[in-house]
């Protein structure tokens, strides 16, 4: 963990880009396996879950940073922004997927898990970091 403790808000958002370019890239890989819709809990459906859960804590880590000044208003503004953005960033993903023209398709459990995962880390990262700021004395 101490790893993390050394990385900086800037390198939270460069890991957030990237995390995003890689979230982009592997969702636009040809695939002939997965050809059909699953609707079934499955590795497929956690991978999503993962990605977007990763999303969500990287951006909210580098958007608003533990420690900063008035934290909970940061992530009302910041993280209401981005709550907006992250969810239509998952359902887009699979909008981009419907459109390419590689076997890939859009799959509405894919969305489900997407923004399971994504909703996961934005209630987590509230409930560790936001909420302990909010009942700290000013």
Partial sequence: MRFFASLTTTHYRLL???????????????????????????????????????????????????G???????????GGLFFVAGLLFAAGTEAYQYVLPVRRMADPYDVTADLAGFVFAFVGYYAYHVRPARKAPS
């Fill in 16 to 66: 957030a880009g990237i995390w995003t370019v890689g979230i982009l890239v592997a969702l636009g890989l040809p695939t002939g396996r997965f050809s059909h819709v699953q609707p079934g809990f499955g590795v497929d459906k956690a991978v999503h879950a993962i990605l977007f859960a990763g999303f969500g804590v990287l951006w909210l880590r580098g958007l608003c940073p533990p």
């Fill in 68 to 78: 900063t000044r008035n934290l909970p208003r940061c992530f009302r503004w910041r």
